[in-house]
């Protein structure tokens, strides 16, 4: 018998090559549920779908699972999209998972992302046409089911962080097939109303439920807010096309009251602390301009006209002080020479000598006697002692001692 005969690889390469050349088998979606899931430290995920009679092995590397809008977990009911190949040192065939979807979301899905497409190319989700959400609100809206999680969830945190803020409520029907109109005519009016920031949105539900908010004419309406939006429908991993709209996406509804209340307590604690350094400061720049106004008074007292008028004061103080010392001096030097003066002329003065027994002759017409020639006989003469004066008659001269002199020479 001459059959041939094949190795292990050459049947798992030939029979992966039989797969490869089956278009049918290229592009595939597969309904059933999870099981086994496996997220692989590389990022690849292994897993597992089946239903009722059997099950198929699938894996989906990391690059499409970044793609992955959730989280998948065993039990759930999922559409995986992808191909069908062979691994061939296994020799085991499985689906190569490209793209999963939640299950009974297929169709919606696709329209939604069609929508997201199409409003994207038209730049609606621009990053320059989002506002910025206020630090400080006053006036928040809200905008969900009048009764729910949600509302008691935003009013229990506003409240909390804020008890000064004022909360705008518009309700609205949050699902089914009144839903869109319901929430765009919420916008319009709240918006009519100039709040600091709207939250729109919703608490958990299945994708049908939350669809409302990837309605084009909600996503339209919130983008043509003129105050700034943020959106928050369903939980952390719920993605809706008004989250691109908005001005911010917030997780849960509470996250979104989280961004668009702040605490209270946070901003009055950090104003004390401006309050204080501004203090701090205004009272070191005074402290900085004062010591420079009395350096530039200093300066301009050395320079300026007063300055120079003080000084010349102090120099004409000084000069009169020297003039004062010195007309003292001179004084004083005069005083003592005049005393030398004195002592002299009244060693030499006629009362001096006529206190020693001497007299004062005087003549005619008051002149002194000098010499016995001056005078004749018969002559008026007055002659002044120390205590006083006589007048006598001259009856005869003589010349020098005991010499009679002629009575007419």
Do not use: W
Not at 103 to 123: H, P
Not at 348 to 372: D, F
């Amino acid at each position: 018998m001459n059959q041939p005969v094949f190795s292990v690889s050459q049947i798992n390469g030939y029979i992966k090559q039989m797969f490869l050349k089956n278009d049918g088998l290229r592009q595939v979606a597969v309904k059933g549920e999870v099981s086994n899931c496996k997220y692989h430290s590389s990022g690849h995920l292994y897993f597992t779908i089946k239903d009722n009679v059997g099950q198929l092995s699938c894996v989906m590397f990391a690059s499409a699972c970044r793609g992955l809008s959730f989280t998948l977990e065993g039990g759930q009911s999922v559409i995986v999209f992808g191909s069908i190949q062979v691994y061939e040192r296994d020799g085991k065939y499985q689906l190569y998972a490209e793209e999963i979807r939640k299950d009974g979301i297929g169709q919606l899905y696709e329209q939604t992302e069609l929508l997201k497409r199409r409003l994207e190319e038209e730049g609606l989700f621009a990053a320059e046409h989002k506002k910025p959400v206020p630090v400080y609100a006053k006036t928040v809206g809200i905008i969900t089911a009048k009764t729910g999680a949600a509302i008691r969830d935003i009013v229990q945190i506003a409240k909390r962080r804020n008890p000064y803020v004022q909360l705008l409520l518009q309700p609205a029907i949050v699902q089914g097939e009144a839903a869109p109109e319901s929430l765009v005519r919420a916008l319009h009016a709240l918006d009519e109303l100039h709040p600091d920031v709207i939250i729109i949105g919703r608490g958990g539900g299945s994708a049908e439920d939350l669809m409302a908010f990837n309605e084009e004419s909600v996503v339209r309406a919130v983008a043509g807010c003129r105050a700034p939006v943020i959106s928050a429908v369903g939980h952390e991993t719920d993605v809706a096309l008004t989250d691109f709209a908005a001005d911010l996406r917030a997780p849960t509804p509470s996250a979104a009251a989280e961004l668009a209340v702040f605490e209270y307590r946070l901003f009055a604690e950090e104003l004390a602390e401006f309050h204080t350094d501004l203090i701090y400061t205004m009272r070191r720049k005074v402290a900085s301009v004062r010591a420079r106004a009395e350096a530039a008074g200093e300066k301009l007292a050395r320079v300026g006209p007063f300055g120079a008028v003080k000084e010349k004061k102090l120099q004409l103080t000084h000069i009169r002080e020297s003039i004062g010392q010195a007309v003292n001096r001179h004084l004083v030097r005069q005083k003592h020479r005049l005393e030398l003066l004195a002592g002299r002329l009244h060693a030499v003065s006629p009362a001096a000598r006529l206190s020693g027994g001497y007299a004062y002759v005087t003549g005619k017409e008051g002149r002194p006697l000098k010499s016995v020639a001056e005078v004749e006989p018969e002559d008026t003469i007055r002659v002044s002692l120390q205590d006083g004066s006589f007048t006598a008659k001259v009856e005869h001269k003589e010349m020098g001692y005991g010499k009679e002199m002629p009575a007419n020479e």
